[in-house]
């Protein structure tokens, strides 16, 4: 299984952007589906985005229009900028690869293998 490295995170203000990277332990390692997820204490996992092999991404519907996700296959990088932040945004943002479904999608359980986190607090 392979670890996944999660940064970006941080404190901005409302209005405010940050941008989330995840890379694997192996650069050589590659995922059909990779994705952001956000979790704050007490509550369930939520799906922020997702992105498949062939480029197509998903989003929830509380930041379509606001987050980017986007992966750089030569660096093998996983990105999430994250534009108009707002208080609500305020969680530990997760990194997560290696789908056990044959859809890309933004059920948490889907994935095998997950970043440790990186938390991002947006004050108003």
């Known amino acids: 299984q392979v670890q996944l490295m999660e940064s970006g995170g941080g404190s901005v203000q409302h209005g405010g952007s940050l941008r989330l990277s995840c890379a694997p332990s192996?650069?050589?390692?590659?995922?059909?589906?990779m994705g952001w997820f956000r979790q704050v204490p007490g509550e369930e996992r939520e799906g922020v985005a997702t992105?498949?092999?062939?480029?197509?991404?998903m989003y929830a519907d509380s930041v379509k229009g606001r987050f980017t996700i986007s992966k750089d296959n030569a660096r093998n990088t996983l990105y999430l900028q994250m534009n108009s932040l707002q208080p609500e945004d305020t969680a530990m943002y997760y990194c997560a690869a290696d789908s056990s479904s044959p859809i890309c999608t933004l059920i948490s359980v889907d994935f095998n293998s997950w970043g440790q986190g990186t938390q991002v607090t947006v004050s108003s």
């Open positions: 992105i498949d092999r062939h480029g197509i991404t």
């Open positions: 192996r650069h050589s390692y590659s995922s059909d589906c």
